[in-house]
């Protein structure tokens, strides 16, 4: 992403990767399936569409994960933020994204969503403006905050709720102006749902070799 002509929209990709991913055997970072890593293929979906990359991973990750990362450091620029506060999960991550993104918005994408659209971004970033912080889509009746855009004016409220003890990334919604998005308002359903897939379980691997 060294060429600024390719830039789509001026958001910052704030890539989740801290998790422990009990499920699957490990942090989903550093997963492949068949070869195929999950982050080359946001890597590659997402190349020149956003203004930066960061990865957020837990603290004392930071060394391990830009050692694993280097493999692609010829190729796309991208920045590695730990946590500051320990067990506090996606929320602090969130937290960690706002403070050092360059952009006035992010948009929050879990490393395990290997099949993220951009048509899809790009049609939920219509949405963004100063009347929102957050612009979130709901699907069968339940948001998905993993796949969201959040503004930097989110930072206070979110660290408000990191202050409580919340783990949450919704237990601050009701703090700040929120824009919740339905299917039908921006993408077909077939392409919504490729966009949101991720791999939870090891169940989910023979959806993922289905759809690649």
Known sequence: MRDGSLKNIPVSLLLLAGGCGSRMGGNKLYASVDGVFLVE?????FDGFFSEFIF?????ERERAEEFLSHWADKYDFLVVEDCVSGV???EGLARGLEVMSCDWGFLLGCDM?????DVVRSMFSF???DFDVVV???GGFLEPLHAFY???CLCAVRDSVSCGKRSLRSFFSDV???VLDVSDFASDEEFERSFFNLNCPSDLEVFRTLL
């Open 177 to 179: 102006s929120v824009c």
């Open 151 to 153: 503004s930097k004016s």
């Open 89 to 91: 999960g996606p929320l």
């Open 56 to 60: 957020l991973v837990a603290c004392g």
């Open 41 to 45: 293929r946001i890597f590659s979906s």
């Open 137 to 139: 889509s709901s699907r």
């Open 114 to 118: 290997p099949f993220a659209s951009p």
């Open 128 to 130: 963004v403006c100063d």
